[in-house]
């Protein structure tokens, strides 16, 4: 199984990007998907979260700008980021909670996508 992302880049702040992460190889189902971010010198961080069902959470610091979805018949996730500020700067990654086997469940990560916020 692997994750791969998509749609980082360069942007200035009160932009906006789309990042996406597709889920491929052989596998059952998938749980939960999310986006985590880290940040230079800085913790791995929680974005926001879409479970099977498509409930969703959000860090507090992202809420009413950021927008995560999920795409089940592509296995895909998605992040709708808007009104960009120099502090969401940091490496996205998506994960992904997979059913493997009949009572067999994985974490798997992207590989990573740079986001940067600047003027």
């Known amino acids: 199984v692997q994750l791969q992302a998509s749609g980082g880049g360069l942007v200035q702040p009160g932009g906006s990007l789309l990042l996406s992460c597709t889920a491929s190889g052989s596998f059952i189902s998938i749980n939960t998907m999310a986006w985590y971010r880290q940040a230079p010198g800085k913790q791995r961080e929680l974005v926001a979260l879409a479970t099977s069902g498509s409930s969703t959470s959000y860090a507090d610091s992202v809420k009413g700008r950021f927008t995560i979805s999920r795409d089940n018949a592509k296995n895909t996730v998605y992040l709708q980021m808007n009104s960009l500020k120099p502090e969401d700067t940091a490496v996205y990654y998506c994960?992904?909670?997979?059913?493997?086997?009949?009572?067999?469940?994985?974490?798997?990560w992207g590989q990573g996508t740079l986001v940067t916020v600047s003027s």
């Open positions: 994960h992904a909670n997979i059913r493997v086997g009949v009572s067999r469940w994985y974490d798997y």
